[in-house]
């Protein structure tokens, strides 16, 4: 009975080890935590040749005194196979050739979205490096015992495959891009200074500026997570509106803003496109505000509190924790009156009795788009704003929903990104149907916008990567312009957004944004764009900058 017992353990350890070699070569093939038949069978003669060669040499293994060595070995190939895979992993998960973007990424706390990250780094790098590191540990311990110059041996082998390893990697990062990775670390920053570009190009407003003629839109702004114009052959519900809406862009038919430095995190997207100023720090930094409850910028008004000004009530909803990049308190100290989060909407599902909950962080962009329904349905008369931030379409591969009909057309990371589209275009497509219908619809512009673009090189392909833009379409504006071909930033959006609702801007121009409305230049127009990222990052340490950035609310 014992030998028997002994022999299923063996067994069942020799199944479990051509699993785990199926699923390693199911990660060499499609860079992904999968496998076919094929790989099982390629994987059990492999497992089998491997079982005949420690038959036939039936070494012993390394006496009590070598065990701290046994460890040692385990060590080096566990990081031997995991470091030049980490840099291949890390080189498709993130805009590496984008210091600002990608050191902003990393100065996300472990929770939230990084939490993503960590599972797709195991699935995809340590998982894999921790079965073939143990599968190959007692060959490789073999080897150590019997080579002469061992320790040359391995340092040099280790020495040669991290290079080979990491020189995708390094080759996909420009000089200049390595060059400000080494600035950014190494670099102290100089003592803050004044900004010319400040002084030259901001416009700070005050109460004065803006004026309205007779009746104004209700505002309903929908931001779109990550969201481009590589992806409108997917949502044919957002394509359609596209066609009908005002749309400006430098790229037809499909086309949009330009992401820049400042205004491409989904905090610093919203907090350009609102006061048009750009946020030029990092993730870590707006988090710590978020659990804090500390605000920033509060001498710097945006549209909300513009709004408020004529009599607006404005609203926000959202899908995640609204201290997660500090959104709660930049908006409720910037002119939104009641602010609905993730906590709101799961407690509004518990009431209903709803048992389904979206994997990944926040919950589902059908839950949050039924959510700001229901709050529209309680509005009175007072013109109102509505804002909605949508998440499913987060990189890297998006979310899900498992009740939506549209299904992955195969097990690719492209088809399920693209089912995820689908489905977000259909929630959208729904949600705006929804309020045209309604009463105050027909006095109602409903501006969709992506809030930056997918975080890393498009899953779906693309000719040029230089021809990505953030969607931004105008739907039922009361002002309009036959001249659409333009080149914007996010910076533009918020002194449109109030054009186009029926307010005039003196000047045209709030913060570092002009009105695509008017005849004044943008940013991006009047300024070549390497200028412009370099003026930006000179901004940010700069005196007018800061003290605006840590001005307190009276």
């Not at 004065?208 to 931001?223: K, Q």
């Not at 908006?331 to 407690?347: N, V």
Request: contains cysteine; charged residues 20%; positive net charge.
């Amino acid at each position: 009975m014992v030998r028997l017992l002994k022999k299923l353990l063996i067994y069942f350890f020799d199944l479990l080890y051509i699993v785990m070699f199926a699923f390693a070569i199911g990660f060499v093939k499609h860079f992904r935590f999968d496998c076919s038949v094929i790989d099982f069978i390629v994987a059990t003669i492999l497992y089998s040749a491997l079982r005949f060669y420690l038959h036939k040499k039936k070494y012993e293994r390394f006496s009590q005194k070598f065990s701290f060595q046994v460890v040692l070995l385990w060590l080096y190939l566990f990081l031997l196979l995991a470091l030049p895979t980490a840099f291949v992993w890390a080189k498709k998960t993130f805009p590496v050739q984008n210091p600002d973007l990608t050191i902003m990424t990393l100065q996300m706390p472990v929770d939230g979205f990084v939490s993503v990250f960590i599972q797709d780094f195991f699935s995809k790098v340590g998982f894999y490096a921790l079965v073939l590191s143990l599968s190959l540990l007692w060959p490789i311990c073999d080897l150590y015992q019997n080579l002469k110059f061992r320790k040359v041996f391995f340092a040099l082998a280790f020495i040669v495959i991290f290079i080979a390893g990491s020189f995708p990697f390094w080759n996909a990062i420009s000089p200049k891009a390595r060059q400000q990775y080494i600035d950014y670390y190494f670099n102290s920053p100089t003592e803050p200074a004044h900004s010319k570009f400040y002084q030259d190009k901001f416009v700070l407003y005050s109460p004065e500026m803006v004026s309205a003629d007779d009746t104004t839109r209700n505002l309903v702004f929908i931001y779109v997570e990550s969201f481009e114009n590589t992806f409108l052959k997917f949502t044919p519900e957002i394509s359609q509106l596209h066609k009908q809406g005002l749309v400006f862009s430098d790229k037809f038919p499909y086309g949009g803003g330009k992401n820049i430095i400042g205004a491409a995190t989904t905090i610093s997207s919203m907090v350009s496109k609102t006061t048009g100023m750009p946020l030029l720090c990092g993730s870590s930094v707006m988090n710590n505000f978020g659990k804090t409850g500390e605000t920033f910028f509060d001498s710097l008004p945006g549209i909300y509190d513009i709004l408020h000004q004529f009599g607006y009530r404005n609203f926000y909803v959202q899908g995640t924790p609204a201290r997660f990049g500090a959104t709660g308190p930049f908006f409720l100290a910037h002119g939104i009156d009641e602010l609905y989060d993730k906590d709101d909407i799961e407690k509004a599902l518990e009431a209903r009795g709803e048992t389904y909950r979206r994997r990944g962080p926040g919950v589902a962009d059908a839950d949050v788009f039924d959510y700001a329904k229901s709050v529209l349905d309680t509005l009175g008369n007072p013109p109102f704003s509505m804002t909605v931030t949508t998440i499913d379409t987060h990189f890297p591969r998006g979310f899900l929903d498992r009740r939506c009909k549209i299904k992955p057309a195969n097990s690719s990371d492209g088809a399920y990104y693209a089912a995820v589209l689908s489905c977000t275009s259909k929630r959208i497509g729904e949600f705006v149907k929804w309020i045209q219908e309604k009463p105050f619809g027909s006095n109602t512009e409903i501006v969709i916008a992506g809030d930056h673009l997918f975080m890393t090189k498009s899953p779906i392909p693309v000719s040029k990567q230089s021809d990505r833009r953030f969607v931004n379409i105008y739907i039922n504006p009361k002002k309009s312009s036959a001249q659409t071909r333009r080149k914007y930033t996010s910076f533009d959006s918020a002194p449109t957004v109030l054009e186009t609702m029926g307010f005039n801007l003196e000047g045209h121009r709030l913060g570092f944004g002009a009105s695509l409305l008017s005849e004044e230049k943008t940013l991006v127009e009047s300024l070549k764009e390497r200028q412009l990222v370099h003026l930006l990052r000179e901004l940010s340490g700069s005196i007018e900058y800061n003290a605006l950035f840590q001005s307190k609310a009276p």
